[in-house]
Each structure stands twice: as C-alpha cells, then as structure tokens.
C-alpha cells in the first residue's frame, strides 16, 4: 500500500508539473493583453533604423538614456522601416488592474526610442557613432505618454517639423 502511494503522489507531482510547464508555454501567455504593443511610423523619404530600451521608472536621477555606444556595445536590435511605412513590434510596458479604482493603469516605465537614419549609417562607423554619440532622433516616452499618442510614435515628430 506505502508503494501505490509513492507512486501516486509521484505521478500527481509530475501531473501538477507538465499541467503548469504547458499553460506557460500556450500562446496566450505571449499575447498577453495587458502589454501595450506600440508602431512606429516612418514619414521622412530615408530608410530609419529604430532600437529601443524599456526601463522602470524609479527616479529622475537613476534614468540613463539609450545611446548609440549602449547600442553597439549589447547588439540591440535595429529595426528597418521603409518611407511610408509603419513597423509594429514594440512592447512598451504593460497595464496592471489598480485596485482601488478598478481601472487599467499603466506600470511606470520609460521607453527609450532611438533612431537612425540610412544615411547617417552609411556615412558613420558604428565606432563613430558610438565615441561621437550621433544619432537622428532620441524618444524618452512614457508607457502614459506613448498610449496618448495612440500607441504610433512618429519620425519625425510633428514637433521637429516646426
């Protein structure tokens, strides 16, 4: 009887695992609703080359910008969008339910968004980039503020335009 009993809590214990191991791996955990997916849109005639950096928001003082040495240096991804066009495949933060006022608020983060145009790459090294910190344009956004722009960040900023 103490041997079916091992082997039952035994079975239970790897039961209780794979169940887990798969709801963690379903595609639903990586469409999770609460992330909040932004697009960036391309409205200048150059090809632009976009990396990005998600940080918390803890004080002013501890916010260090995304610069094109950090780029380089950690082979952060450099996403292409063409004239015209707009790439979704940014996450931004997340919303989390508050409690008190039973609303979707948004988990403090500061999202980085730096860009380069084809041009400027072709023109500089990634050293001289990186020693001479050129770049064409640098978003620092909330995950509030890129939620009010209607999650589609813009190169170039109306606000540069003018």
């Not at 379903?26 to 609703?33: G, T, W």
């Not at 339910?97 to 980085?112: E, G, K, L, P, S």
């Not at 072709?122 to 956004?141: G, P, R, T």
Request: hydrophobic share 35%.
């Amino acid at each position: 009887m103490k041997i079916l009993r091992k082997y039952y809590l035994l079975f239970v214990t790897i039961s209780v695992f794979l169940f887990c191991s798969f709801r963690c791996d379903s595609e639903e955990s990586y469409n999770d609703p609460h992330y909040v997916k932004y697009s960036v849109e391309n409205n200048d005639s150059d090809v632009i080359y976009v990396a990005q950096r998600i940080m918390p928001v803890t004080t002013t003082d501890q916010t260090e910008e995304i610069s094109p040495g950090y780029v380089f240096r950690n082979k952060i991804k450099l996403s292409a969008i063409s004239p015209g066009e707009r790439l979704c495949d940014f996450t931004c933060g997340w919303l989390e339910r508050n409690y008190f006022t039973d609303n979707m608020d948004t988990v403090a983060r500061i999202n980085h968004i730096l860009v380069f145009k084809k041009k400027t790459l072709d023109k500089y090294s990634e050293k001289e980039l990186a020693e001479n910190n050129i770049y064409d344009a640098l978003y620092v956004l909330t995950t509030r503020e890129i939620l009010d722009m209607g999650c589609v960040v813009k190169f170039p900023l109306e606000a540069e335009d003018e």
